[in-house]
């Protein structure tokens, strides 16, 4: 399909876009995928640039162009030579300045209203040698959603890495166990088996439906958290917080779930704090009182967009070899999304947002809709076009409330070409959402990384703390019950 070119050039390789990538190149859905990362050490900006040469651009869609087809117009990826320096971004910042976060905040939040130059690979990094309260530096990676989803992108940028206690060694990243099979009679798993495909059916039947009038007519309710229309145009702003992951684990076993269901409780618990705080404000006098009671409005319909990986999961090992040997690991947007509703009230005791979001996430797997939903927006696409396809995603995004996700990342301290990570802080922007909750587990921390439209949540550091402090309120519950005991060793 491509030619030959001599010199330093390299081999040019045609591939058509997937209907994803055509999809994120629509005006409603022109996402990028932030990752910050933070490092303990001031930034050698030679040996990044050498390890990026060896490691990222060879990755075939980080040194391809996204060029129109002549005959039809279709877009195509088409390999390229790429210079490093042209995607290497190092500002002259004053190393002294007054308020380093808020100036990492700010210029962060500036990238968003700008855009990649698409005559060249259609992503950057911003080096900023600018010591805050985590860490020494701090990098930036911008990438175009089109190149791929937040799940594989964050495994190819852990593929750059390697642990700090050895430099050759890949990350290492838990793994979920296999359920033990059941010791119950032939008979009884039967059963059990038939019951659990009555309900998937039953589920995905109502989801599907429950999608489709979302596109249609069904909107969330309007909460000072629901973006206005244009939203995914306007300047977000990114702040994160670390909690601590053992916490996270010591509910997580003592009510016998997952990590997933803790942290969702987490971010129901401390959404329904800031909103009741957010619906109490008024005459100063009365705020203390206020925020002591329920001034929650009954009956809201807050809706999450729960992104699923639908792939299964890409190992680094072998995102690393694609890199050094051009291996066809599976790469590009495969993910599903799932209306998830989420709880917004006060309860008595904070051990119910968790019991309640386990009920809705074991609901949710029991449903093929993050699957429905990937391969209806793929036949859309092919059939009618991306912005038919864009416009009835797009209804879906805008009449819901905000964007869910979270990624497992290394149980080990590793370093970012020889620069050791303090923490990771991925997002994403673009979509029409005003809130966007990521958490990103990372050695025994927890990132709560929160993307904002800030007129929409003026206080984005006000919301970080209302979900650090559920946590807290939810461990305290588990330890006052006895249900676990806070010096656990894990």
Not at 286 to 312: G, V
Not at 369 to 382: G, R
Not at 387 to 413: C, H, I, Q
């Amino acid at each position: 399909m491509g030619k030959a070119i001599s010199g330093e050039s390299m081999v040019e390789v045609e591939e058509p876009l997937s209907p994803a990538a055509r999809l994120f190149q629509t005006r409603q859905f022109n996402c990028y995928i932030i990752a910050i990362i933070g490092c303990k050490t001031v930034f050698n900006s030679n040996v990044i640039k050498a390890g990026l040469e060896h490691t990222l651009i060879k990755h075939p869609r980080f040194s391809s162009l996204m060029v129109a087809d002549k005959m039809g117009g279709e877009m195509r990826w088409i390999r390229t030579k790429v210079n490093v320096e042209d995607h290497i971004i190092i500002p002259n910042v004053d190393p002294n300045m007054g308020s380093p976060d808020q100036f990492i905040e700010s210029y962060i939040s500036n990238m968003t209203k700008t855009h990649l130059d698409d005559s060249k690979p259609l992503w950057d990094i911003h080096l900023l040698n600018v010591k805050t309260s985590e860490a020494e530096s701090t990098a930036i990676f911008r990438i175009h959603h089109s190149i791929g989803d937040g799940m594989s992108i964050m495994s190819l940028v852990l593929a750059c890495t390697r642990k700090t206690s050895d430099l050759n060694a890949l990350p290492t990243i838990p793994t979920k166990k296999r359920q033990r099979s059941s010791n119950s009679g032939r008979f009884i798993r039967l059963v059990s088996y038939i019951w659990f495909v009555l309900q998937v059916i039953c589920n995905t039947l109502v989801d599907v439906v429950m999608f489709i009038a979302t596109s249609a007519f069904l909107r969330d309710t309007r909460t000072p958290l629901k973006g206005a229309p244009g939203v995914e145009l306007s300047p977000k702003w990114f702040v994160h917080k670390t909690i601590s992951l053992d916490d996270i684990k010591l509910v997580k076993n003592a009510m016998d779930m997952t990590i997933n269901d803790v942290i969702l409780g987490v971010t129901q618990a401390g959404l329904s704090r800031y909103l009741n705080r957010q619906y109490g404000e008024g005459n100063a006098e009365e705020d203390a009182a206020k925020q002591k009671r329920n001034n929650l409005p009954r009956k809201l319909r807050f809706r999450a967009a729960l992104i699923f990986n639908i792939r299964p999961s890409m190992a680094i090992e072998a995102l690393a070899d694609m890199m050094e040997r051009k291996s066809k690991t599976k790469w590009g947007n495969y993910i599903g999304y799932a209306l998830l509703p989420i709880t917004i009230a006060l309860r008595d005791d904070p051990l119910d947002y968790v019991r309640e979001a386990k009920a809705m996430v074991d609901r949710k797997k029991r449903s093929l809709e993050a699957k429905c939903t990937f391969l209806s927006a793929k036949c859309i696409v092919n059939l009618l076009g991306a912005k038919v396809a864009a416009a009835l995603s797009y209804r879906v995004f805008s009449n819901t409330t905000m964007s869910f996700s979270n990624v497992v990342g290394p149980v080990d301290e590793i370093s970012f070409y020889g620069h050791p990570m303090a923490y990771l802080a991925p997002s994403v922007y673009g979509h029409p959402h005003a809130l966007t909750v990521h958490f990103q587990s990372y050695m025994n921390m927890m990132t709560i990384s929160l993307a904002v439209d800030r007129d929409a949540v003026p206080d984005p550091h006000q919301l970080c703390n209302d979900l650090a402090e559920s946590l807290k309120l939810i461990k305290d519950a588990v330890v006052k019950k006895g249900l676990a005991q806070e010096s656990v060793q894990w």
